[in-house]
Structure formats: C-alpha cells, structure tokens
C-alpha cells in the first residue's frame, strides 16, 4: 500500500515537471516569435525613415544650391556694379590730373616768360642805380661845396633839429594824452573809489590813550573826587586809570596806556554818574560789574569778528584774545579792524590765485594777536603771537605767516606772503594809520631833495602836508616844452624812491624876469 501510494506520487511529481518543462519551452517559443515581429517591424521602419532623410535631405540639397547660386549672381552683380563705379571714379581723377598737368604747364611758361622779363628789368634798374649813385655822389659833393657842411656835420646838424622838433611834438602829445587821461578817468577813478569803499569799509576813527566822560553838570566833579580825594582815589586804585578834572566844563579826562583798563574806568564811572549814588563800597560794586560787561563784550567782539572772518573751530582763549584787540590801537589804527581787512584781502587775493582762502583768511585775521598781551608779556608781538598760536594748536602754515608778516624770518609759504602784502596794504592805505611829527619831516625833506636832484631845478617846496610839490625850475635852462617832460620823469623818480599814502601832485612853475637897476 505504501510502496503503491510512493509510485503514485513519483508519477504526479514527474508528470508535473514534464508539464512545467513543455510549458517553458512553449512560452520561449512564443517570445522568439513576437520578437522576430518586433524586428521585423523595427527594420521595415527604420527602412522607411532612413528613405524619407533621403528625400528631406536631396530637396534641401537642391534649394542650398539655388540658394547659393542667387547669392553667387547678386554678388557678382553687385561687384561688377562698384568696379564699374572705380573705374568711372579713376577715369574722372585721371582727368582732373590731365587738366592740372595742362594748367601747370601753361602756369610754367607764363612764369619762365616773367622770368625772363623780370631779369631784363633787374638788369635795367642795376643800370639805373649806378647812375643814381653817380649822380648821388656828385649831388652830394656840390651840396658840401654850397653848404659848407662835411656830410657828418651835416648829419649832426639835421639830428639836432629834429631832436628839437620831437621834443616839441613829444611834449605836445603828452600833454594831449594827459589832459584826455584825466577826462576819461574822472569817472573810472569814482567807481574805483566807491568800489574800494563798498569792500573795504574799515573805521577810519583812531583812539587815543584818554577816553572823556561827559557829566550833567560841574558839581559831579566834586561828587566824584568825594571827601579828601577818597572815592578818586578808589576809582584809580581798583582800575589802575588816572582820571584827570580839570577846568573843562562838564567833562572827565581818563587816562591809561592799557584800553581795557580805560574802557572798564569809563563804563563803571558812567554807571556811577547815572546812579548818583558814588561812594568806596558803591564804586568796588560797580567796577566788578563794568569788568563783567567788558568781558563779555570782548569774547562777543572775538566771536563776532571770527564769524565775519569766516574762519572755523578757533580755540575760545584765541576768540577772547581778538576781543581785546577791539580796544588796542597801533599808530592810531584799531587792531581788530585792521585784523580783520588783512584777513578780507589776504583771502581774496588767495581767491585770485586759485588758492583756498580759509588758511589765509585765518592767518590775517590772527597775525597781531600778539598785541593783545604785549603790555603784559616781555617780548614782540610777534614772538608772543607765535607762543599764543603754538599754545593752542594753531597750523603750522598760520604760526609761520604769523612769525614772517614783520620780516623776521624769510616767508617761505605763498600764504605767509599773502599775509605780509595784505598787512602792509592795510597799513599803508591813506588815513589808516597816524603819522609821527619826525617821520613825517622826513618824509617831506626826502621829497624835496628828489625834486631838487633833476637839473634845471632851482627851488622846490612840499606843501599840502607832503600832497603837493611845488618845483621852480630855471627859464634858461628848461623851456616849456621840456616842463612836461619834466614833470613825469620827477613823479617816476618819486614813485621809484619814496613810500607814501595817496598821491603826490607835482607842479612846476617857470618863469621869465627882467630886472635892471635905474641908476
């Protein structure tokens, strides 16, 4: 039984291995048939492509050839079309030569013919120069015989007589020039002035080292003195002014070399005449307060005086310093103004150079800052106006145009030369400064010794304080027409020797005398 059951299973599993083998085999059959389809199909297709790329690409290939055979035509057209432009073009140059070459030619025979005719002319006038110089010759040794006169002599003689007669004319026209110079310029000189005014309007006004103090009456005075000269005595102690009372009515006379003492003295005097109430402790009171208001109105004239400078980030010490120029005079002119019109010009002329004006505008504006402490710092100003702009971390190129403005040291920058023209500019300018009695003699002698140099001259006289020289010249020896002349070679010499304000009118006299004695 089991052995049987075994055989029947062993014939199952063989029948179902021979089934799974047939049924492999049928199934690999199949595939190999529908692949050799598929083949089949993808050859007959790719036939089919490849005919219809061969077609596509005959057509094309046939338009690419009519395509460049009409290209080919166009451009042939086209070449031929500008060669036969060339050929016009060469053809008209070769004319134009053609005709030049013609035009030359009948040019170089007309010259060669003037040629010929210019060298028989040449030849012609060397003929007639020698007879002009034979005849010359001989005209000029009849003139020696008629006129007694050798042919230098006769020069000399014909040389002075013109000398004279251009002389005359010289002196004629500039006498014209000069009279049409003074009628144009009248109106020339009045716009210059106005201008110079408008730009330059600087204080003409100098202070003096007394300031008055008007009073309502007389009896102020003995309010002011006070019992046994004690509040005089007050007031000159704390201020360090002398106050002066004297016979002039209605008037105190203060007195005092340094000007911000002075101006404190006259504030707090005015306030005590206002006050009426004016005793030792008053006058301590109102001297403290009047020292206050000048302070404050020093650090406001400093900043103030910056500002119209137009210069930036100075240290406040400095500010305070240029304040106090406001009270300091030099030679009558007040420091700050002058300050001030060295740094306007200087900064204009920088202008005028292409330069940046701000370092030359800052170094006018504090060259004389050294004057602010000269009264109470051994040394120049300008030694202690260095010291001040080193202290407080001026520039370099402002602490040097401050040391040079004077000439102690070489200026050795353009703004330090800047500052010493615009310092001498503002100095010199007529009415800015005072001048001594001694100088001013000088002045006068030196100008009267270069009228005096030029011969001819007899006497002459500086009058109008040194505005006018009067010259009288001796009639033998200088006529009329050489007194134009020489008025100006005077004015030139006085131009070229002398340094002065404004301007200097030279009039020369001449005149004729004859005196005789009835015995």
Known sequence: ??????????????????????????????????????????????????????????????????????EIHRQRTESERELNERRKEIQRQ???????????????????????????????????????????????????????????QAKDYLLNNLENELTHEKAVKLMEFDQQTREESEKTAREIISTAIQRCAADHVAEATISVVPLPNDEMKGRIIGREGRNIRAIETMTGVDLIIDDTPEAITLSCFEPVRREVARIALEHLI????????????????????????????????????????????????????????????NVLNHSLEVAYLAGMMASELGLDPTVARRAGLLHDIGKALDHEIEGSHVDIGVDMARKYKESDAVVHAIQAHHGDVEAKTIVACLVQAA?????????????????????????????????????????????????????????????????????????????????????????????????
């Open 1 to 70: 039984m089991t052995v049987t059951l075994i055989t029947c299973i062993i014939a199952v599993v063989a029948a179902a291995a021979v089934a799974a083998v047939i049924s492999f085999l049928g199934g690999v059959a199949h595939r190999k048939k529908i692949a050799e389809y598929t083949i089949g199909s993808a050859e007959q297709e790719a036939k089919r492509i490849v005919s219809d790329a061969i077609k596509t690409a005959e057509a094309k290939k046939k338009e690419a050839i009519l395509e460049g055979k009409d």
């Open 94 to 152: 070769e004319r134009r030569i053609q005709q030049k070459e013609e035009t030359l030619d009948k040019k170089t025979e007309s010259l060669e013919a003037k040629d010929e005719i210019l060298n028989n002319k040449l030849k012609h006038a060397e003929e007639r120069l020698g007879e002009a110089e034979a005849l010359k010759k001989s005209q000029f040794e009849m003139l020696e015989r008629i006129s007694g006169f050798t042919k230098d």
């Open 274 to 333: 206002a006050d009426g109430r004016i005793h030792p402790a008053r006058i301590e009171e109102t001297i403290e307060k009047a020292r206050r208001e000048v302070d404050a109105t020093i650090k406001q004239e400093g900043e103030h005086a910056v500002i119209e400078a137009g210069v930036n980030g100075v240290h406040p010490e400095l500010v305070k310093l240029l304040g106090r120029l406001r009270y300091r005079t030099s030679y009558g002119q």
């Open 423 to 519: 310092d001498a500019i503002s100095a010199a300018r007529p009415g800015a400064r005072r001048e001594n009695l001694e100088n001013y003699i000088k002045r006068l002698e030196k100008l009267e010794a270069v009228a005096s140099s030029f011969d001819g001259v007899d006497r002459s006289y500086a009058i109008q304080a040194g505005r006018e020289i009067r010259i009288m010249v001796k009639p033998e020896s200088v006529g009329d027409d050489k007194m134009v002349l020489l008025a100006r070679d005077i004015c030139k010499k006085i131009e070229s020797d002398l340094e002065y304000p404004g301007q200097i009118k030279v009039t020369i006299i001449r005149e004729s005398r004859a005196i005789e004695y009835a015995k």
